[in-house]
């Protein structure tokens, strides 16, 4: 049910448009202003909901354009680049008509927020870097490949891993919503601290987690490459990083590397968990983020 006609803050789901898309966001919690952009990218917001951080913080979980029920461009599955979700980042904001707000980014949802951040600072309150890295590419991929090799060493006897690794091989062959769907569904354990060790805890979300097909290119099929190395110096207003210990895509490495490129921003380690802190260790996660955003 959209309520967007009404306050753009109650709870549920709001619609807005977006250079004639729509584009969707829902809100949970109480507290001061956080919008979430979820990773990928293509990945359906609904794995992000933080019910922990919700009694800190009113969370607005924006559904990125080209998944769930937002909508798609002409050019999809290409097109989604950094600038576009940075410019529906902005129709959002301007649309909750609030002076500023705090941006959390996962994943790829941290490659946007601090792309955001280095456009639009003025309007944030602060910024959550989850997960992030300052750079893609070969270097991002040879790193992520060492972390998945030392996870297939520590459950070489695990009956599920050659899923896991069959799954990192489909992933180059992508081309739908189905395929992408059960890539990342099959990958999941490798993104846990400890998948197998908790499976009837996590196995709810990996049966449920959904997504879209992105193809990672702009609308003329050039790669949306990232380094924001050389930038991210300039970002002055407040930043947290958090990681956890054994992620294996955005892992300990970057984080580091961002809490020093950024000025005087924060990090935190998970230590027990991988890609999801907020569900692996949420208290601890949200004790972070509401630490950070009552400075």
Known sequence: MSTSATNPLSPGTHVIDVDGVAQRYHVHGTGPVCLAHPGGPGVFWEYMRMPAVERHLTMVYVEPLGTGGSGRLETHPHGYTRDLYTRALDRVIDHLALPKVYLLGHSHGGFVAQHYALRHEARLAGIILYESAPVTGQEHITEAMRNVEEFARKNAANPGLPE?????????????????????????????????????????????????????????????????????????????????????????????????????????????????????????FARAIAGFTSQ
């Open 164 to 284: 896991v690794l069959n799954a990192l091989q489909s992933t180059s062959a992508i081309s739908d919503d189905e395929e992408f769907t059960a890539a990342i569904r099959g990958l999941l354990p490798a993104y846990f601290a400890d998948y197998w060790g908790r499976e009837e805890e996590f196995a709810p979300m990996r049966a449920t987690v959904t997504g879209s097909h992105i193809s990672g290119f702009d609308e003329n099929l050039v790669p949306d490459v990232i380094d924001d190395r050389g930038l991210l110096g300039s970002i002055t207003v407040p930043a947290l990083v958090i990681v956890g210990r054994h992620d294996v895509i955005c892992g300990v490495r970057w984080a580091r590397e961002l809490n020093k490129l950024i000025p005087g921003s924060e990090l935190v380690v998970l230590e027990d968990s991988g890609h999801f802190g907020h569900i692996e260790e949420p208290e601890s």
